[in-house]
């Protein structure tokens, strides 16, 4: 029912900063709930950041923390995510994610997703 673009990543060094991009295109009529994940080789996908519908609610997990900041812009269709004073170990392909009702910090209950960007921080 929608489909996500993920894109904005790069190489970076070591503290610089990135904002994604996450254009939605299908049914945006509908109110998406919106997600950010990562994840690095040979590791399990973790949340990221997630935002509601009108951008009035947003939530954090613990890797990036402090550090990035979530938002959208529903005239666009596009949920952005800031990232700053990036490290080495936030090297992962970074993927939005969309769902219906509510936002959660899990995997699973996320229906939609991009195709993912790769984030690479050099030291």
């Known amino acids: 029912q929608v489909q996500l673009v993920d894109s904005g990543g790069g190489l970076v060094q070591a503290g610089g900063s990135l904002k994604l991009s996450c254009a939605a295109s299908?049914?945006?009529?509908?109110?998406?709930?919106m997600a950010w994940f990562r994840q690095a080789p040979e590791k399990e996908r973790e949340f990221v950041a997630a935002i509601t519908w009108n951008g009035g609610g947003t939530i954090y997990g613990s890797s990036l923390k402090g550090r990035c900041t979530i938002s959208r812009d529903n005239n666009k269709n596009t949920v952005y995510l800031q990232m700053n004073s990036l490290k080495p170990e936030d090297t992962a392909v970074y993927y939005c994610?969309?769902?219906?009702?509510?936002?959660?910090?899990?995997?699973?209950?996320?229906?939609?997703w991009g195709q993912g960007t790769q984030v690479t921080v050099s030291s």
């Open positions: 994610a969309a769902r219906r009702q509510s936002i959660y910090d899990t995997r699973a209950q996320y229906d939609y």
């Open positions: 299908g049914r945006t009529d509908i109110d998406w709930n």
